[in-house]
């Protein structure tokens, strides 16, 4: 029987909500603002018993702004943008970053407090909360150091045919960031950071989900950035629309569902001046071939296909394994998935905790239903069954195109296995896939895996031999084809996506060189400078 909830007294100490965070503020202008209107009640989706029937733990409410807020952000991140000639655009890259390392300082202080709300709001493991977090503050220090290289190496003239240069990127124009409730913060801040780094003020929409870990963040924001330049509201299209509308946003980095990206760029008065960096849906498969290690592969599919109850966009949502390998496959599987600790998200080494997106439970029910009605068995004990908003893992067999899990993001814990014989069946998915993120080969055959590489990264960004598809390392790059990504997320490609080449030229003169060196060496300007960031 799925265990779903729990008595009060089993929650650790340590982690329990002792007051409801009652966010009433959001941050515009450089203010955190009263909000008087409608409140967005936040539930967690695990239930408690206190002495009576379990209930939903409630921790707490944020403003359901409206569009006349988000009018009131435009206008604050158009005046900290001033047509490219305000403080945060013109300041010293050494500047910009003194303030996010003052802010990330004041981050860690929180550190706690954050981890504690992400685990009750989306359910996410709490060691996986805990590495979040962690990761998050490394991906900004290592932001802020590409940063320092990138500088540094534009800290000189170049000459060229009698013309002197300085070539530096500047940043785009306001930002609009929108990041995911799967990593609420990490990939949030992967945008937020370097769009800040390189001069852009931002409105930053926390997702609808994971909206109340950013209420400890609210101060040191204000505090720690000039006015306007971080503007943070809380809502939905109808706050989001008028933003887009305005014409003002230069720039949008969304990670979401590509339906949701089309209608926000076509919002805009003048799409094609709109920058859009974007993560957005997946179908990552894995082929499990003949000559595959088949411990290895079983292990990597399963921690790849379940990990956060495969909520996760480099996520295996569909796994494709050979013939003759199938019977070994899924009785090996089916072991692995048995053994995976389902329950709360405090429990040690949990892999299978609530789900909190409202519906998911059913809608991934109605992607059982569907396979077992074209011919798919569940092949796992208890697969399938849910209580509230957890869900047992599902793995379903044999499946085929006719079914809607093999089409659909399920973005949840149902697997797909595909038998093959023809290498044509995985790759014709690939190929007529909407999809084109990354994939996964399992083969100890060299000869096998390079005929496969050839032509499968001109299909996805990343080819992952032997494990499981992941976004890190955080230097690699982040991106995808199709409607799975536009722009790349690694460190020091986020920079370059956040900012554009310009360049300050003159003939090289007598009375220009000296014009040149006298505003360099007199410090007159921050763009055409020769200072080192050290």
Same mark, same amino acid.
């Given at each position: 029987m799925l265990k779903l909830f729990t008595d009060a007294q089993d929650v650790p100490e340590a982690l329990r909500i002792l007051k409801p965070v009652e966010?009433?503020?959001y941050l515009v202008g450089g203010r955190i603002v009263e909000w008087a209107g409608p409140m967005q009640r936040v539930d967690s989706p695990i239930e408690v018993r206190r002495g009576g029937p379990p209930e939903p733990v409630h921790l707490g409410s944020c403003p359901q702004l409206d569009a006349q807020a988000g009018i009131a952000a435009v206008e604050a991140v158009r005046q900290a943008w001033d047509n490219g000639m305000g403080l945060w655009p013109t300041m010293s890259v050494a500047g910009r970053i003194s303030r996010v390392e003052a802010f990330t300082g004041r981050m860690i202080e929180e550190r706690d407090t954050i981890v504690r709300l992400m685990m009750w709001e989306i359910c996410k493991p709490l060691a996986?909360?805990? $590495?979040?977090?962690?990761?998050?503050?490394?991906?900004?220090?290592d932001t802020v150091d590409a940063l320092k290289d990138l500088d540094r190496a534009s800290s000189r003239f170049v000459i060229e045919k009698g013309i002197y240069a300085q070539i530096r990127r500047a940043p785009l124009g306001p930002t609009l960031c929108m990041g995911p409730y799967n990593y609420p913060l990490n990939e949030t801040f992967a945008t937020l950071l370097p769009a800040l780094l390189m001069g852009n003020p931002v409105i930053l929409k926390p997702p609808r989900l994971g909206r109340l870990l950013y209420a400890p963040l609210m101060e040191a924001f204000r505090d720690c950035f000039p006015s306007g330049v971080v503007n943070v509201v809380f809502g939905d299209r109808t706050l989001?629309?008028?933003i887009l509308e305005s014409g003002a946003?230069? $720039?949008l980095a969304f990670i979401g569902s590509s339906a949701a990206a089309s209608a926000m760029r076509t919002s805009h008065p003048n799409p094609n001046r709109l920058r859009c960096i974007l993560g957005l849906g997946a179908k990552n498969p894995a082929i499990v071939m003949k000559s595959a290690d088949m411990e290895l592969a079983v292990a990597e599919c399963a921690a790849g296909s379940l990990s956060f109850s495969g909520q996760r966009c480099t996520a295996l949502k569909i796994l494709f394994v050979h013939e003759d390998r199938l019977e070994e496959f899924i009785e090996r599987f089916t072991e692995a998935v048995a053994a995976m600790p389902i329950g709360m998200p405090w429990t040690q080494g949990v892999r299978i905790t609530p789900l909190p997106e409202p519906g998911k439970c059913e809608y991934l029910s109605e992607l059982v239903a569907d396979a077992v009605a074209h011919g798919a068995k569940v092949v796992n004990a208890g697969g399938g069954r849910s209580a509230k908003s957890l869900f047992h893992p599902a793995v379903l067999s044999p499946v085929n195109a006719g079914m809607?899990?093999?089409?659909?993001?399920?973005?949840?814990p149902v697997v797909p296995i595909v038998p093959f014989r023809d290498m044509a069946t995985p790759v014709n998915s690939m190929v007529e896939s909407?999809?084109?993120?990354?994939?996964?080969i399992f083969s100890d055959d060299p000869q096998e895996v390079a005929h496969l590489i050839d032509p499968l990264v001109n299909q996805v960004c990343r080819v992952n031999i032997n494990c499981l598809c992941q976004r890190g390392p955080d230097t690699f790059p982040f991106t995808g084809r199709k409607d799975s990504a536009e722009g790349t997320l690694s460190v020091g490609d986020a920079l370059r996506c956040f900012s554009i080449r310009t360049l300050v030229a003159a003939k090289g003169t007598g009375r220009n060189k000296e014009l040149l060196a006298a505003i360099t060496r007199e410090h007159s300007s921050n763009f055409l400078?020769?200072?080192f960031i050290m």
């Open positions: 966010l009433r503020g996986e909360c805990r $590495v979040e977090f962690d990761r998050t503050v490394e991906y900004i220090r989001i629309g008028p946003i230069s $720039v809607r899990v093999y089409h659909e993001e399920q973005f949840g909407p999809f084109g993120q990354q994939l996964s400078s020769t200072d």
